[in-house]
């Protein structure tokens, strides 16, 4: 979502909550009632699709960061305990296996960092026992494989996250068009009257309905206790 239509979608609903307050007042105006009602509809549907659009990706890819980042931490501890008891016991092998260069871990692609992390659960699994010693434990263990299977499953989430908030986005965009010209063309000419009848009342109106960019503003706390919008230039 752009700031241009964020200030729009801010804008619904601070017109939205003016109608929720004032309903008493508007209800006999049965095409404002009306209208109110498809503007609030719609309305349903924009926050939903904002929510899609903002937070999946953001969610599966903090996720994804974190397992890694654990994941990272283990294949180092458990490399560590297996080279320890390898040179222990003469273990070329096991040495060979746990030996890797640490650059490794932001290196690889992630096949073929999963392919490594496998070796590695692979042979520590049956020296659990071996390895306690070197403070490792029968769960990190068991972590190498539950996390890099996870990782693995995450990238096509994600990927799917992006098409649906890609298909999100392009929706929304057609919905806040539909929505600010519901406003200027039904509702605005709905509520002019009440300029002469109410002009109090108007005037909340166009104060809710006015699009803020509040991006470029700021409250500014004033001597005598009020605050005050500044524009930020």
């Not at 919905?175 to 509702?187: A, M, P």
């Not at 991006?215 to 524009?231: R, S």
Request: proline share 3%; hydrophobic share 35%; charged share 25%.
């Amino acid at each position: 979502m752009t700031r241009e239509e964020e200030n729009l979608v801010n804008m619904f609903r601070t017109t939205d909550t003016f109608l929720d307050t004032n309903n008493d007042i508007l209800k006999e105006y049965a095409p404002i009632i009306t209208t109110h009602t498809r503007l609030k509809n719609r309305l349903v549907g924009i926050n939903q699709l904002f929510e899609i659009q903002t937070n999946n990706t953001k969610v599966q890819t903090g996720l994804k960061k974190n397992e890694k980042k654990e994941l990272d931490r283990i294949m180092i501890k458990v490399s560590d305990a297996m080279s320890a008891e390898g040179a222990a016991t003469d273990n070329k092998e096991l040495i060979m296996i746990a030996t890797w260069p640490k650059s490794l871990l932001n290196r690889l692609r992630e096949g073929l960092y999963h392919v490594k992390v496998q070796q590695v659960y692979k042979a520590a699994l049956p020296l659990a026992s071996k390895l306690a010693v070197w403070g490792v434990t029968l769960r990190e263990i068991e972590l190498l494989n539950t996390l890099s299977t996870s990782l693995q499953q995450r990238t096509p989430d994600i990927q799917n996250v992006k098409v649906v908030s890609k298909q999100a986005s392009t929706e929304l965009r057609e919905k806040i068009v539909l929505q600010n010209n519901d406003i200027k063309e039904s509702l605005d000419k709905l509520m002019k009257p009440l300029s002469n009848i109410n002009p109090t009342l108007y005037g909340q109106y166009t104060n809710a309905r006015r699009v803020v960019d509040r991006a470029a503003t700021q409250v500014k706390p004033k001597e005598d206790g009020t605050t005050e919008v500044q524009v930020n230039k």
